[in-house]
C-alpha cells in the first residue's frame, strides 16, 4: 500500500487543482489508518478526476491536461502523443473512401475544416454530398434537421441528426458515416454509385470443366470425354469472351463446338452492355435465337434493387456414380459426375435465358434416363420509372449445318408505367418474317402477373403463314401459407404461329413439316413448408399440333428432418410422346435417409437410397460418406447394396476441393458393368502479378493478394488460399455490389501482421477486380529497453526501423512487441524531444517459441 500511496501523492504533488487536489490531501491522511486499504482504493477512484480538473489561468486557454505521471511509475514523463494524436489530420482537401453504413458508397475528394465550436478538424460535407450518398434530404427536412434556406456549400452539422456519426481514419483514407436507416432514400438502398464500379486489371483465363468415364457392360467397353471452357480475356474496359466445348469417345470421334465468342464492356451512362460477336438474343420478350452481330442492352444488375438472372435448380436422382449432363437448345451447356443418391444442380449458366433444359442422366451401367426442366422467365415487372430494353442486329446463326442464315433486327422495350403496372412489347424483323408482341405486367395483392400477344407473319416459298401466341406468367409468394410459386406459366400458339427459328427451318428445308409445334403449354413450380420439411413441386404439361395426346412431367419432392435424422421422398413422373404421337410413361420413387454417427459437425454419416421404377426394378444402397481424417476439404463415400435387378452393387467415390479446383473419382460395380469416372473443375488465372490455378470462377471474380504470403485463406470461401506469389483466386463475386473479401487469420501464425483484415471490392460485370491486403512477415521479438543511465523508456514512446516507419509503441513496462522482418538491425527508439537507437541481432528461430525476448540499451 506504500507504492499506492507515494504514486497518489506524487500526482498531487505535480496537480495545481486547488480546491481538488486538497480534498484528496485530506482522504490521503485517512489511509494511514487501519482503513488504509479501502481509502486508497477510494483515492485510485478519485485522483483521475482531480487529473482532469478544470486548470485556471493560462491553462484554462490551453485545455484540460493529463498528468502523465499518474500512468507510469518513473520519473520520466510518457509521451503520449501517439495515443492522442494518432487520428489528427491538417485542413485541406484528401481523396477519401466514404463508406455509409458500413457499405462502400463513393470515393471523391472532401474539404476538411477546422470546427470553431470544437476546434477539431472535420470533414464538409454539404447537402449535394448528403444527396448523391443517398440521404433523403426531404425527410431530413421534416424532421428538423436540415433548415430551409441554408447554402448548399453549408457543412452539414451532424450533432443535429441523432444516432449519426463520423469517423474518419487517415492511415487508411477512410471516412465512416453510421446513420438511422430513417434517414436514407428507398431506391438508394443496395445501390452503390458508378464512380466505385472497378473494371479490374488486365488477364486473361481458362475456367475448365473435364468427365472422363470408363464403363464395361456384358464386356464392351466404351470411353468418353467431355471438356467444357469459358475462356476470357480482359484487357481495360473490354472482355472478350468464348465458350467451347470438346466431345470425344469410343462411337464419336473428336468434336468442337462453339458456343458463343464475344466481346462486351459497360455503357455506364444507358446503364446497358454492348456486345459484338457470337451471341444471344434478349429473350424477355422473344424467343432467344443465336446470332452474330451488335447488340445493346440493358444490364439490370447496374440499377438498384433489381431483380437477378434467373437460372433453374436440377434436381434429380442418381443409382450409382452417374454422368448428368445439360443441354439446351441442342448445346452442351454443362456435364458432371454425380455421387449415388439425389443431386442438386445451380452452377451453370443457361445460352440463352431461354428454352427448356433436357437433362440426361447416365448411369453407371449405361442406363438412359432423360427429362425436361422448364426453363422460363419471371413475370416481367420493373420499378415505376425504370426503362430497360435490348436492340440487336445481325445474322441468324444456328448449331445446325445447312441452315440459312439471313439478315435481321429485333428490338424490345420494358417500362414502369406505374408502381404496380409495367408496359412491354417488342419487334423482329428479316426479309421474310416479321414478329409484333405487346404485354402488360400488373403487380396486385395476389401476386404478380403478366400477359403479352405475340403476332408473326412467316413467308414461306409456297405460302404465306400469320398466326398469334398468347402468354401468361404469374409469380407469388404466401406469406400466409409460407408457399412460394418461382413460375406458374401457360402458353397457346394457334397452328400458323412461327417463331424466328421454325421460320429458319422451314425457309432452309422446303417442304419439311416441323414436329413437336407447341400448340399450349402450362407449367408450375413452388416450394410449400409443411412441418420440420419441405414440400417442391414442379409440373410440366404440353401439347402439339401435329401430335395425339399430352406431354406430361412431374417431379414432387418432400425433404426435411427428425431430430438428428435427414430425409428425403421423391416421385419422379413423365409422359413423353415419340414422333408417331405413342406416350411412354416412366416414374421413379426415391426414398434417402442420412444420420450422423457422433455430435460433432464433421461426424460421418450412414446413409440409405431405395428406388423403385416403372419397370418394377428396385435398388438399395447404404453406406457411410464423410471426411478424410485431417482434410478440411476431402470426402469420401462408400455404398453397397443390390441394383435394379437384385444383384449385388457397389461404388466408391472421393472428391476434394482444393485451392486449384475441385478433382473428383468414383467406381461401381455391379453384376454385368464395371464403371470409372474421372473429374476436374477449375481455372488458370494470367495477370501482371503471375499465372495462378483456381477453383471454378463464374462471370465474375476478384484476384486476392497478400504480397509475401502463401497458404493465406479466406473466411467463407472453402478451400481458396493464396500461393507462392502471394495471390489467390476468390470466385463468384457479384457485379455492381459490395463484396467483402476476409482474411482468415486464424492460421496465418504470430510471425504475420496484417494491416487490414477484410477489403471490399464493387467489381463491373465480367471484371477481374484485385483486392490488396497489407501484410508482413517477420519473427514476433519483445524488446525490453532501457536508457543508457539505467532508467526505463517512457511509455509511448515509438520504435521505428532504418527506414523510418513506426513498428510498436512502449508499454508501461518499458518493453515494446515488434515484428521484425530481419535477423539483426539498428532500431530508433523517440519520444517528445529525445532519441536514441540500439543495436540488435536475433538467436536462431526455435520453433518452440511464439516470440523471442532480447533486452537491449538505448544510446
Not at 485522483?47 to 491553462?59: K, Q
Amino acid at each position: 500500500m506504500d507504492w499506492l500511496y507515494q504514486r497518489t501523492k506524487e500526482v498531487l504533488g505535480l496537480s495545481r487543482h486547488g480546491r481538488a487536489g486538497g480534498f484528496v490531501r485530506a482522504l490521503l491522511e485517512q489511509a494511514r489508518g487501519p482503513w488504509g486499504f479501502k481509502w486508497s482504493l477510494g483515492v485510485v477512484l478519485i485522483a483521475p478526476g482531480s487529473a482532469f480538473s478544470e486548470p485556471s489561468g493560462d491553462e484554462s486557454r490551453q485545455g484540460p491536461r493529463f498528468n502523465t505521471a499518474f500512468i507510469h511509475g518513473g520519473e520520466q514523463a510518457a509521451d503520449l502523443k501517439a495515443f492522442l494524436e494518432g487520428n489528427s489530420v491538417l485542413p485541406g482537401t484528401y481523396r477519401v473512401d466514404i463508406y455509409l453504413n458500413r457499405n462502400l458508397s463513393a470515393r471523391r475528394d472532401l474539404l476538411f475544416v477546422r470546427n470553431a465550436a470544437t476546434g477539431q478538424v472535420e470533414p464538409c460535407l454539404t447537402l449535394p454530398v448528403l444527396d448523391d450518398l443517398g440521404l433523403d434530404l426531404e425527410r431530413l427536412r421534416s424532421l428538423g434537421v436540415v433548415t430551409e434556406g441554408g447554402a448548399p456549400e453549408q457543412c452539414f452539422d451532424w450533432r443535429r441528426l441523432d444516432q449519426a456519426s463520423v469517423d474518419y481514419q487517415p492511415n487508411s483514407l477512410q471516412l465512416n458515416i453510421s446513420v438511422p436507416q430513417i434517414a436514407l432514400r428507398r431506391s438508394a438502398r443496395g445501390y452503390i454509385s458508378p464512380q466505385l464500379w472497378d473494371r479490374g486489371v488486365n488477364s486473361g483465363f481458362i475456367d475448365y470443366s473435364f468427365i472422363g468415364n470408363r464403363r464395361e457392360v456384358t464386356g464392351v467397353r466404351t470411353d468418353s470425354y467431355y471438356l467444357g471452357l469459358n475462356n476470357g480475356l480482359n484487357l481495360g474496359d473490354w472482355r472478350l469472351r468464348n465458350q467451347s466445348s470438346l466431345l470425344q469417345g469410343t462411337d464419336q470421334s473428336a468434336r468442337w463446338s462453339s458456343n458463343s465468342t464475344f466481346a462486351q464492356r459497360d455503357l455506364t451512362a444507358w446503364k446497358s452492355q454492348l456486345t459484338l460477336g457470337e451471341t444471344y438474343t434478349d429473350s424477355r420478350i422473344f424467343d432467344s435465337v443465336r446470332f452474330r452481330g451488335v447488340q445493346v442492352a440493358t444490364d439490370d444488375g447496374m440499377l438498384p434493387d433489381s431483380e437477378r438472372v434467373y437460372a433453374p435448380t436440377i434436381r434429380g436422382v442418381a443409382e450409382s456414380n452417374a454422368t448428368v449432363e445439360i443441354r439446351q437448345n441442342g448445346y452442351l451447356l454443362y456435364s458432371a459426375n454425380v455421387a449415388p443418391g439425389p443431386f442438386e444442380i445451380r452452377d451453370f449458366y443457361p445460352s440463352g435465358s431461354n428454352g427448356d433444359l433436357l437433362v440426361t442422366v447416365i448411369e453407371a451401367d449405361g442406363r438412359r434416363r432423360t427429362f425436361t426442366q422448364a426453363f422460363a422467365s419471371l413475370p416481367i415487372m420493373v420499378p415505376e420509372g425504370t426503362f430497360s430494353y435490348s436492340v440487336e442486329a445481325g445474322q441468324y446463326d444456328s448449331n445446325s449445318s445447312g441452315y440459312q442464315t439471313p439478315g435481321f433486327a429485333s428490338t424490345t422495350l420494358i417500362y414502369g408505367l406505374t408502381e404496380h403496372l409495367t408496359g412491354y412489347g417488342g419487334l423482329q424483323l428479316a426479309g421474310d418474317y416479321q414478329a409484333s408482341n405487346l404485354g402488360a405486367g400488373v403487380n396486385t395483392g395476389l401476386g404478380a402477373i403478366s400477359a403479352d400477344l405475340t403476332h408473326s407473319v412467316s413467308r414461306q416459298p409456297a405460302t404465306d403463314l400469320g398466326g398469334q401466341s398468347v402468354r401468361l406468367r404469374y409469380a407469388n409468394t404466401v406469406n400466409a401459407t409460407g408457399t412460394t410459386f418461382a413460375i406458374a406459366g401457360y402458353r397457346y400458339s394457334s397452328e400458323q404461329y412461327r417463331t424466328f427459328d421454325q421460320h429458319v427451318q422451314e425457309r432452309s428445308q422446303p417442304g419439311l413439316i416441323l414436329q413437336g409445334r407447341a400448340r399450349d403449354r402450362l407449367d408450375l413450380n413452388l416450394n410449400q413448408p409443411l412441418g420440420t420439411g419441405t414440400l417442391s413441386v414442379s409440373a410440366l404439361e404440353q401439347r402439339f399440333w401435329d401430335l395425339p395426346g399430352t406431354s406430361r412431367q412431374y417431379n414432387l419432392t418432400y425433404g426435411g428432418y427428425w431430430r438428428d435424422l435427414n430425409y428425403s421422398l421423391s416421385l419422379d413422373r413423365a409422359e413423353v410422346l415419340d414422333i408417331n404421337g405413342q406416350a411412354g410413361t416412366d416414374h421413379q420413387l426415391t426414398l434417402t435417409l442420412s444420420l450422423p454417427l457422433g455430435s460433432h459437425e464433421r461426424s460421418t454419416r450412414a446413409s440409405f437410397t431405395g428406388t423403385h421404377d416403372s419397370q418394377g426394378g428396385s435398388s438399395a444402397l447404404a453406406g457411410l460418406t464423410g471426411r478424410l481424417p485431417e482434410s478440411r476439404d476431402t470426402f469420401y463415400s462408400v455404398l453397397a447394396g443390390n441394383d435394379g435387378s437384385g444383384a449385388g452393387a457397389g461404388s466408391a467415390s472421393l472428391n476434394s476441393t482444393t485451392s486449384m479446383g475441385r478433382f473428383e473419382a468414383g467406381y461401381s460395380h455391379g453384376r454385368d458393368f464395371n464403371s470409372w469416372n474421372l473429374g476436374a473443375r477449375g481455372s488458370l488465372v494470367a495477370h501482371g502479378g503471375g499465372i495462378n490455378l483456381g477453383q471454378s470462377l463464374g462471370d465474375t471474380f476478384v484476384l486476392a493478394q497478400v504480397p509475401g504470403i502463401s497458404g493465406a485463406r479466406f473466411n467463407n470461401f472453402s478451400g481458396v488460399e493464396t500461393g507462392a506469389n502471394g495471390y489467390a483466386v476468390v470466385p463468384y463475386a457479384q457485379p455492381y455490389r459490395a463484396n467483402w473479401i476476409s482474411l482468415d487469420t486464424r492460421d496465418l501464425g504470430a510471425d504475420v501482421e496484417v494491416d487490414n483484415a477484410i477489403a471490399q471490392v464493387v467489381p463491373r460485370r465480367g471484371a477481374v477486380v484485385l483486392a490488396s491486403f497489407k501484410a508482413n512477415a517477420g519473427r514476433r521479438v519483445q524488446f525490453e529497453l532501457s536508457q543508457a543511465d539505467g532508467s526505463p523508456i517512457p511509455l509511448g514512446a515509438s520504435v521505428q526501423d532504418a527506414d523510418g516507419r513506426t513498428l510498436a509503441v512502449v508499454d508501461p513496462s518499458s518493453r515494446a512487441l515488434v515484428l521484425s522482418e530481419q535477423e539483426q538491425g539498428v532500431l530508433t527508439v523517440s519520444w517528445s524531444d529525445r532519441s536514441c537507437q540500439f543495436s540488435f541481432k536475433l538467436p536462431p528461430r526455435d520453433p518452440q517459441r511464439t516470440y523471442e525476448r532480447i533486452r537491449g540499451v538505448c544510446r
